[in-house]
C-alpha cells in the first residue's frame, strides 16, 4: 500500500482527480468502479472539472458501483444511483447505459447479486476501484464480520452504519438497513485500488487498515494483500499514523 498525503480534502481530491483521468486518457474504454458517500463528492467534482476543459473523455468509459440500498429505486435521491448521476454522471459525456449500480429493488436479491457479479465478469475486471471507508472500517457495505465475504451479495448493516447514514433521511424508520454490495473477493480482483480517507474520525480506522493485522473484523484490512493500492488521506486522517509509526514503518508506506 502506499500513502499519498494532502494537506487537506480539496488537495487530496484533486490528487486523487488526476489518478482516474490518467487512467481514462491512458485506456479510454477503462472499467471504472466508483464508490458514492461523502469522501469522493470532491473527486467527482475534479472529475467534472477536467471534463469540462477538454482534459478528460468519458464517452467510452464503463463503470460499476460498489453497492446500493435495499428499497429505494434510482429516483430516490437518497439512492446511490441518484447519487451518481447527480455527482457525476450527468454532468460528462459517459453513456449511462455503461454505467452499473445494483438494484435495490430486485425481487429477488440473490439473483441480483449473481447478476452483478456477471456484469464486472462480463467487462473484464475493474480496471481501478474507488473506496472510501466506514468508521467501522467497512468497504462498499462489507461490515466487520467472522469472515471476509467473496461475491455480491446482499447485507444487514450494521448498527453503526445505519446510524451514520441517518443523518442523510428525515426519520429513523426510513434509514434503509439493507444493502447489496460488491464482496471483498470481487473488490480484491480490481487491478488497482485507490481509497480515499479524510477528517480526524478515520484517522484510527485508517491507521488499522494499513497497520492493523488483516482480518474481517476490518474489512478493509484486507487491502494490505493487494498488490496495487493507493492511499489518499487529508492530514487529519493522517494523524494517528503520525503520532504511532516508527520511521521504519512510515517508509514502507510513503
Ligand atoms: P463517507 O462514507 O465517505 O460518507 O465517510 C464512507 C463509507 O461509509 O464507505
Redesign the pocket.
Known amino acids: 500500500m502506499k500513502l499519498i498525503k494532502s494537506k487537506d480534502y480539496a488537495e487530496m481530491c484533486q490528487k486523487a482527480a488526476r489518478i482516474f483521468a490518467a487512467q481514462v486518457t491512458l485506456k479510454p474504454a477503462s472499467v471504472l468502479g466508483l464508490?458514492?458517500?461523502?469522501?469522493?463528492v470532491g473527486m467527482y467534482q475534479e472529475l467534472v472539472k477536467k471534463y469540462d476543459e477538454g482534459k478528460v473523455d468519458f464517452s467510452a468509459v464503463r463503470t460499476v458501483n460498489l453497492d446500493e440500498y435495499v428499497g429505494l429505486s434510482g429516483d430516490n435521491d437518497q439512492s446511490y444511483r441518484y447519487f451518481m448521476n447527480h455527482n457525476l454522471f450527468d454532468h460528462i459525456n459517459i453513456d449511462k447505459a455503461n454505467t452499473h449500480v445494483p438494484s435495490g429493488l430486485a425481487a429477488d436479491l440473490e439473483a441480483e447479486c449473481a447478476d452483478y457479479e456477471a456484469v464486472v465478469a462480463s467487462m473484464g475486471g475493474v480496471d481501478i476501484q474507488l473506496?472510501?471507508?466506514?468508521?467501522n472500517g467497512?468497504?462498499?457495505f462489507n461490515e466487520p464480520c467472522d469472515c471476509f465475504p467473496v461475491t455480491t451479495h446482499p447485507v444487514d448493516l450494521t448498527e453503526s452504519?445505519i446510524t451514520?447514514n441517518a443523518r442523510f433521511f428525515a426519520t429513523m424508520d426510513e434509514v434503509p438497513k439493507k444493502a447489496i454490495t460488491m464482496g471483498i473477493g470481487t473488490i480484491m480482483k480490481a487491478k488497482k485500488i485507490v481509497l480515499?480517507?479524510n477528517?480526524k474520525?478515520?484517522a484510527q480506522i485508517i491507521y488499522d487498515t494499513i497497520f492493523g493485522p488483516v482480518t474481517p473484523q476490518v474489512p478493509a484490512s484486507v487491502l494490505q494483500l493487494h498488490p496495487d493500492v493507493l492511499v489518499f488521506v487529508d492530514e487529519e486522517a493522517y494523524s494517528v499514523i503520525a503520532e504511532k509509526c516508527t520511521p521504519e514503518q512510515l517508509a514502507t508506506i510513503l
Open positions: 464508490a458514492t458517500g461523502s469522501t469522493p473506496l472510501g471507508i466506514g468508521n467497512h468497504i462498499g452504519t451514520a480515499m480517507a477528517g474520525g478515520k
